[in-house]
């Protein structure tokens, strides 16, 4: 049975590329990261260890770092954060280093 993360990016992926499931590739990171053809750039992620949509093999962050490394425009940083799932607590402990992150890289 599918797993509502699936179902959830089935429905948001044929909403902006419809059936054509090549089509969705534009809104997945990793095939963007392998296709980036601009200036380097530097990616910052924090994935929980804990979240169950990563143990439950929806979220594959290492298919992102796979693609990240293999072009050599991308500079990933994957923290996996022990002790956190995807909720409240884990965004709260980290979104201030994100925006850091965006203040250093973009403004």
Known sequence: QDSLGRRLS????????????????????????????GPKMEIMVD??????????????????SNACSGNKLLN????IQPGYDHGYYFITTFIEEHFTFMARHIC
């Open 47 to 64: 994935q929980g260890e804990e979240d169950p949509y990563l143990a439950d093999k929806q979220l594959l962050p290492e298919n992102l």
């Open 76 to 79: 990933l940083n994957l923290r």
């Open 10 to 37: 089935s429905g948001i992926n044929a909403e902006y590329g419809g059936e054509n499931k090549g089509a969705w590739k534009q809104y997945d990171a990793t095939y963007l990261a392998k296709e980036y053809d």
